[in-house]
């Protein structure tokens, strides 16, 4: 079965940057989306940024919009996500996930079918 592997994850301050990676042993990502999702202790998992699997359009959450980017170099089969101005909410647990072929990117976390095991991210005030 195919599964997605985070890496990146870390403690920050507040205002710190951290860049997550995906890779994707066994998966050709340059034909799927590929999506970011996080959740915190006590809450649902929630949506965070996708790109297309073409690099041609990228989706964020107001949360994160302007100081997260998601990209990807298809030639090392790895989709990043560069977070910049981390705040305390920022605290979660990151997970990869990645489409059908060629299937639009999306927000929804139920058009994903490949995941992650996830990794923390801790940010502290």
């Known amino acids: 079965q195919v599964r997605l592997v985070e890496s990146g994850g870390g403690s920050v301050q507040a205002g710190g940057s951290l860049r997550l990676s995906c890779a994707a042993p066994?998966?050709?990502?340059?034909?799927?989306?590929t999506g970011w999702f996080r959740q915190a202790p006590g809450k649902e998992r929630e949506f965070v940024a996708a790109?297309?699997?073409?690099?041609?359009?990228?989706i964020y959450s107001d949360s994160v919009k302007g100081r997260f980017t998601i990209s990807r170099d298809n030639a090392k089969n790895t989709v990043y996500l560069q977070m910049n101005s981390l705040r305390p909410e920022d605290t979660a647990v990151y997970y990869c996930?990645?489409?059908?072929?060629?299937?639009?990117?999306?927000?929804?976390?139920?058009?994903?079918?490949?995941w992650g095991p996830g990794t923390q991210v801790t940010v502290s005030s």
């Open positions: 996930a990645a489409g059908r072929p060629l299937q639009a990117a999306s927000a929804t976390m139920y058009d994903y079918t490949y």
């Open positions: 066994g998966l050709t990502l340059s034909v799927h989306s």
């Open positions: 790109i297309r699997w073409n690099g041609g359009r990228t």
